[in-house]
Structures are given as structure tokens and as C-alpha cells.
T-cell receptor, first 113, second 117 residues
């Protein structure tokens, strides 16, 4: 059974720092991996989706990398801002074609001015 | 577009009562998903519809849970009878593509916070 772990569970940093959020998964046979952002009291917003054949995806100040063989993905946030404060979740789809993603518990990020 | 609309935003009910959660997906989206989020279990996919047809309901926890999508603009998730352990935030999401497509982006509603006393 696929398990997804996110470390750290919580992070508090001053504005301007570059951040790395980690996501690890136990079964490397994945179809894709996706990073989401969740603001308090709201649903998820998709940030980046990496197919299993890809190594990384970039969007603005965000960069997500994928190392399928080691079961790891990282989300890099450059020059963090208070508006980045949210919970960040990763989710993987197994390569067997299941529609059911496995989510990590998330990293709660606070960027203070 | 108004995005995915869920109602009610909050629901408080007593054990044994029937609960119906509602979702209006984004117009033109043909995939719809119901999720449940709890502190204990995190975020879980309950059921996935494509073109109003349930494709995968393996995440539905028990027979007390049922979901319908009578048309492309409306879906319900029903719990009957409800139990305290059903307390959670239930999210609906929609997408214009199938879940495993390279461009799959799901748009989430704000969720319904359910408390069963």
C-alpha cells in the first residue's frame, strides 16, 4: 500500500528565505505526483503536476523535482512571502492506472514579515 | 466562472440523521470528485464521476454513503444514517480532463464542514 510522508509537518520562516518542502512515497511505481496548496478553510489549489517521466516542473517562484527511484519529491519556494503561508500537500497516483490518489498530510508553512 | 460551489458550508446534525451535501461543478467540466478530509486520515478520495457516471467508488467507506450525479451540473453525497465518526470536511472538485491525463487540474470547492453529534 502506498504511503506518502511529508516533512516537516510545520515550518515557520522569515520572509525572503528560500524553502524546501519534502515529500516521500514508499512505492516508486507512480504515474504522476502533484503538489497542492490549501489555505485555511478552503479547498486545494493545484500548483504543479509532474509526470513519472519528468524530473521537474517550474511555475514562477515554485520548482518541484521528482526522483522516482528514491521515492522523493521536493517543492522549492524561492524568496518566500507572507502570502505563501498555507498548507502544502503532495499526492501520488499509482502507475496501475488507479484513479485514487494517495495524499500526504501536508506541511503547514508560515512566512512571517 | 464562480468556481465549484458546495452547499451547505457548515452542517451540524445528530447521529442517525440523513445528511445531503451538494456540489455544482464548473460548467464544462466532465470529471467530478468527492473527497473527505479529517485530522486522523488526511485527505481521501471517496468517488470519481466522469460524464455523470460513477467510475471509481472504492473510496466510499460504507454503504451508508452514496453519491449521485443526475446531470452535468449537480452532484450529491448522502450519508444515511450519519455517525459521529463521519464528522469531517467534505470537498467536491471538478476537472475538464480525466484524472490520469497529463494536464489534469482539479478545481476544489470551499468544502462542507460536517459535525455529527
Amino acid at each position: 500500500k502506498q504511503e506518502v510522508t511529508q516533512i516537516p509537518a510545520a515550518l515557520s520562516v522569515p520572509e525572503g528565505e528560500n524553502l524546501v518542502l519534502n515529500c516521500s512515497f514508499t512505492d516508486s511505481a507512480i504515474y504522476n505526483l502533484q503538489w497542492f496548496r490549501q489555505d485555511p478553510g478552503k479547498g486545494l489549489t493545484s500548483l504543479l503536476l509532474i509526470q513519472s517521466s519528468q524530473r521537474e516542473q517550474t511555475s514562477g517562484r515554485l520548482n518541484a523535482s521528482l526522483d522516482k527511484s528514491s521515492g522523493r519529491s521536493t517543492l522549492y519556494i524561492a524568496a518566500s512571502q507572507p502570502g505563501d503561508s498555507a498548507t502544502y500537500l503532495c499526492a501520488v497516483h499509482a502507475s496501475g492506472g488507479s484513479y485514487i490518489p494517495t495524499f500526504g498530510r501536508g506541511t503547514s508553512l508560515i512566512v512571517h514579515p | 466562472d464562480a468556481g465549484v460551489i458546495q452547499s451547505p458550508r457548515h452542517e451540524v446534525t445528530e447521529m442517525g440523521q440523513e445528511v445531503t451535501l451538494r456540489c455544482k461543478p464548473i460548467s464544462g467540466h466532465n470529471s467530478l470528485f468527492w473527497y473527505r478530509q479529517t485530522m486522523m486520515r488526511g485527505l481521501e478520495l471517496l468517488i470519481y464521476f466522469n460524464n455523470n457516471v460513477p467510475i471509481d467508488d472504492s473510496g466510499m467507506p460504507e454503504d451508508r454513503f452514496s453519491a449521485k450525479m443526475p446531470n452535468a451540473s449537480f452532484s450529491t453525497l448522502k450519508i444515511q444514517p450519519s455517525e459521529p465518526r463521519d464528522s469531517a470536511v467534505y470537498f467536491c472538485a471538478s476537472s475538464s480532463r480525466a484524472p490520469l491525463s497529463a494536464k489534469n487540474i482539479q478545481y476544489f470547492g470551499a468544502g462542507t464542514r460536517l459535525s455529527v453529534l
